[in-house]
């Protein structure tokens, strides 16, 4: 009954939605990194957030390539778009972060990879803005948030614009499309409606990639007391590409594909009632469901144990409802509580092959109930201080988290600030339930984070921040060859610092630049951690001479970091660059064009081992509105 339960009680929420009055201010249904409505603190809260222009101008297929070269973001991207793309913040594992999609936790704990997240499920050109937050977020977010999350905003209805369309053509051979539509609806409410497909293919099958999106959104008009809103999102694809840790294009012995094919679904639905001007109320559920199916034609003994082949099918449901109170208590304190309830079933079925086929299925089903609070205080104009704490209860594990955010306006041009914070996730279903290696007695894995910054506005046309953090992770869900299961005794801890400048150099010339250090101690010195770079950074030029045209350039840079690979082990990859270029021209107020090259000077680096760079890669967009 989950199955069909948790669609139809959306349904039903949508269809109750249009009878309450229209909203107030449609902003407050998404409240990012707190639950504390239109607090001042917000803007200080650690994050960053990049909007619609910035992911236009890098005219990418790819979040992962919008993201890099970001502070304290590290990308795992093997091989061509067929190959899983990971993103991992400060030092911690991918399925330390948490992903957002429009409010839907999309981590699903059934694959192999604890609940990692593939960026290539998502089209960048029906994404409205991505909102990266650093620390741990649990207080927020409950299970997985440890290090970060990364919250995804995708196209909906704007004002005055109808609808767009804009086809890209890349040099590899690769086409992608979107449109999207907008409407009134009997001028109760705005209803936006968007698609996108994307073909990756050419002759090396690495490079296999396809992708087809829908996105709805329905939400009621900002005039009143009580709003809602209602949203869907469809993403299904396929690719193909050398397996991981097999060594790629230049090592892999077997040279057959794995293939995976996927299908995710999502649905969301909001009431805000405001019910005076200290008091309200939100209520949000939530539906999602991701299945995964996986042929692996395994990977030959090299210098470590070779992988049989595995085909797999993994199936994932997820239901979320909450209820969030915010009082304002006086002028200077603001006050939020709620509880949240989620209801997560899923499981794998898939066949091993020993020499011949051994089936190693498992099922699991788990609720989570959860209690959570903030207070926001403004003592002066000078001192904002944001506490949060939360308690997730399952049948067998619980957690406590914390939070505390201060900032203090030491001058008008300086702002310090302190983010304290824990975070956990719960384990994995691979990791609890598989028939070979499951552990059922594994505990929640823990992170303790504090950052400090200094954020200067000394120049008058630039923005300076410096950061320093350090993420202790524990109880880390470890591999024990001799027992031959999952079991929790590995602790990571990374230390770094993070300096951005933002500077306008003429009204048309625009830089920014970031720096990052991160340092890893394992605890055990024969315990080497993958594809952490030590130093990295970005350079980012706008320049727009007049109105109608505009170029963009970021030039990356990568320390060289250790990684593995079953033919090779653990080895030290180099360093490397990647300089991206892009090119805007706005014929007229409908229609633009724009030329982007990646990887101009055709950097020939691997970020896997093994697996090839795909090279120089030059896209042509043209959209037009309508």
């Given at each position: 009954?989950?199955?069909?339960?948790?669609?139809?009680?959306?349904?039903?929420?949508?269809?109750y939605a249009p009878n309450y009055a229209l909203a107030q201010d449609v902003e407050n249904m998404t409240i990012e990194g707190t639950h504390i409505e239109k607090n001042s603190l917000m803007g200080a809260i650690p994050s960053i957030t990049i909007n619609k222009d910035a992911i236009d101008a890098l005219a990418t297929n790819s979040i992962a390539d919008v993201l890099r070269g970001e502070a304290g973001i590290d990308i795992s991207q093997q091989g061509g778009a067929g190959g899983l793309t990971f993103l991992s913040i400060r030092g911690g594992d991918p399925n330390f972060v948490v992903i957002l999609i429009d409010g839907v936790k999309v981590n699903d704990p059934t694959n192999s990879r604890g609940g990692a997240f593939d960026l290539a499920s998502i089209d960048?050109?029906?994404?409205?803005?991505?909102?990266?937050?650093?620390?741990?977020?649990?207080?927020?977010?409950?299970?997985?948030?440890?290090?970060?999350?990364?919250?995804?905003?995708?196209?909906?209805?704007?004002?005055?614009?109808?609808?767009?369309?804009?086809?890209?053509?890349?040099?590899?051979?690769?086409?992608?499309?979107?449109?999207?539509?907008?409407?009134?609806?009997?001028?109760?409410?705005?209803?936006?409606?968007?698609?996108?497909?994307?073909?990756?293919?050419?002759?090396?099958?690495?490079?296999?990639?396809?992708?087809?999106?829908?996105?709805?959104?329905?939400?009621?008009?900002?005039?009143?007391?009580?709003?809602?809103?209602?949203?869907?999102?469809?993403?299904?694809?396929?690719?193909?590409?050398?397996?991981?840790?097999?060594?790629?294009?230049?090592?892999?012995?077997?040279?057959?594909?794995?293939?995976?094919?996927?299908?995710?679904?999502?649905?969301?639905?909001?009431?805000?009632?405001?019910?005076?001007?200290?008091?309200?109320?939100?209520?949000?559920?939530?539906?999602?469901?991701?299945?995964?199916?996986?042929?692996?034609?395994?990977?030959?003994?090299?210098?470590?144990?070779?992988?049989?082949?595995?085909?797999?099918?993994?199936?994932?449901?997820?239901?979320?409802?909450?209820?969030?109170?915010?009082?304002?208590?006086?002028?200077?304190?603001?006050?939020?509580?709620?509880?949240?309830?989620?209801?997560?079933?899923?499981?794998?079925?898939?066949?091993?092959?020993?020499?011949?086929?051994?089936?190693?299925?498992?099922?699991?089903?788990?609720?989570?109930?959860?209690?959570?609070?903030?207070?926001?205080?403004?003592?002066?104009?000078?001192?904002?201080?944001?506490?949060?704490?939360?308690?997730?209860?399952?049948?067998?594990?619980?957690?406590?988290?914390?939070?505390?955010?201060?900032?203090?306006?030491?001058?008008?041009?300086?702002?310090?600030?302190?983010?304290?914070?824990?975070?956990?996730?719960?384990?994995?279903?691979?990791?609890?339930?598989?028939?070979?290696?499951?552990?059922?007695?594994?505990?929640?894995?823990?992170?303790?984070?504090?950052?400090?910054?200094?954020?200067?506005?000394?120049?008058?046309?630039?923005?300076?921040?410096?950061?320093?953090?350090?993420?202790?992770?524990?109880?880390?869900?470890?591999?024990?060859?001799?027992?031959?299961?999952?079991?929790?005794?590995?602790?990571?801890?990374?230390?770094?610092?993070?300096?951005?400048?933002?500077?306008?150099?003429?009204?048309?010339?625009?830089?920014?630049?970031?720096?990052?250090?991160?340092?890893?101690?394992?605890?055990?010195?024969?315990?080497?951690?993958?594809?952490?770079?030590?130093?990295?950074?970005?350079?980012?030029?706008?320049?727009?001479?007049?109105?109608?045209?505009?170029?963009?350039?970021?030039?990356?840079?990568?320390?060289?970091?250790?990684?593995?690979?079953?033919?090779?082990?653990?080895?030290?990859?180099?360093?490397?660059?990647?300089?991206?270029?892009?090119?805007?021209?706005?014929?007229?107020?409908?229609?633009?064009?724009?030329?982007?090259?990646?990887?101009?000077?055709?950097?020939?680096?691997?970020?896997?081992?093994?697996?090839?760079?795909?090279?120089?890669?030059?896209?042509?967009?043209?959209?037009?509105?309508?």
């Amino acid at each position: 009954m989950k199955t069909n339960l948790s669609p139809l009680l959306l349904a039903c929420f949508a269809c109750y939605a249009p009878n309450y009055a229209l909203a107030q201010d449609v902003e407050n249904m998404t409240i990012e990194g707190t639950h504390i409505e239109k607090n001042s603190l917000m803007g200080a809260i650690p994050s960053i957030t990049i909007n619609k222009d910035a992911i236009d101008a890098l005219a990418t297929n790819s979040i992962a390539d919008v993201l890099r070269g970001e502070a304290g973001i590290d990308i795992s991207q093997q091989g061509g778009a067929g190959g899983l793309t990971f993103l991992s913040i400060r030092g911690g594992d991918p399925n330390f972060v948490v992903i957002l999609i429009d409010g839907v936790k999309v981590n699903d704990p059934t694959n192999s990879r604890g609940g990692a997240f593939d960026l290539a499920s998502i089209d960048p050109a029906l994404v409205e803005s991505i909102q990266v937050f650093y620390g741990g977020f649990s207080s927020v977010y409950g299970t997985d948030a440890l290090s970060g999350v990364v919250s995804i905003k995708t196209k909906g209805y704007q004002t005055g614009e109808i609808g767009q369309a804009s086809l890209t053509v890349s040099a590899d051979q690769s086409i992608g499309a979107s449109v999207k539509l907008a409407m009134s609806v009997s001028d109760i409410a705005e209803l936006s409606v968007s698609a996108s497909v994307q073909d990756g293919d050419d002759s090396t099958f690495s490079d296999d990639f396809k992708r087809k999106q829908l996105i709805t959104s329905i939400q009621s008009y900002a005039n009143s007391n009580t709003q809602w809103q209602v949203g869907g999102f469809y993403s299904e694809g396929e690719s193909a590409s050398f397996p991981e840790d097999s060594g790629g294009d230049r090592l892999a012995v077997i040279r057959s594909p794995e293939t995976r094919e996927y299908t995710q679904n999502n649905i969301k639905g909001d009431i805000q009632q405001k019910v005076n001007n200290k008091f309200s109320l939100n209520f949000s559920a939530a539906w999602s469901q991701r299945e995964e199916d996986i042929s692996n034609p395994g990977i030959a003994t090299g210098i470590l144990d070779g992988v049989p082949a595995i085909d797999s099918n993994s199936d994932y449901e997820r239901f979320d409802i909450s209820a969030v109170g915010n009082y304002k208590a006086s002028e200077l304190i603001d006050l939020a509580l709620g509880v949240a309830w989620s209801d997560e079933e899923g499981g794998m079925q898939s066949v091993i092959d020993f020499g011949e086929p051994v089936p190693a299925d498992y099922n699991l089903d788990r609720q989570t109930s959860a209690v959570f609070a903030e207070m926001a205080v403004n003592p002066s104009d000078e001192l904002n201080i944001l506490l949060g704490a939360r308690h997730d209860k399952t049948d067998k594990l619980q957690a406590n988290t914390h939070k505390l955010i201060v900032n203090y306006q030491l001058t008008p041009a300086i702002l310090l600030s302190t983010h304290i914070s824990q975070g956990f996730k719960l384990p994995s279903f691979f990791a609890l339930a598989h028939p070979f290696v499951g552990n059922s007695d594994l505990k929640p894995e823990e992170s303790e984070n504090i950052e400090v910054s200094i954020q200067s506005n000394v120049f008058t046309n630039g923005v300076f921040r410096l950061s320093a953090y350090q993420n202790t992770y524990s109880n880390l869900v470890d591999f024990d060859p001799i027992a031959f299961t999952n079991v929790n005794r590995a602790k990571v801890r990374a230390k770094g610092m993070e300096a951005k400048l933002t500077f306008s150099i003429t009204e048309e010339l625009n830089f920014s630049t970031q720096i990052t250090h991160t340092k890893i101690n394992t605890f055990e010195p024969d315990v080497t951690l993958r594809r952490r770079p030590e130093w990295k950074g970005s350079i980012t030029l706008t320049y727009k001479p007049v109105e109608q045209f505009s170029l963009m350039s970021r030039f990356v840079v990568n320390d060289g970091y250790y990684d593995s690979s079953i033919p090779s082990g653990m080895v030290e990859l180099e360093s490397f660059n990647q300089l991206d270029v892009s090119a805007r021209w706005t014929v007229n107020d409908k229609t633009s064009i724009r030329l982007n090259m990646q990887n101009t000077f055709n950097s020939d680096h691997e970020e896997g081992v093994g697996f090839e760079n795909p090279g120089r890669q030059a896209s042509l967009n043209i959209s037009r509105k309508f």
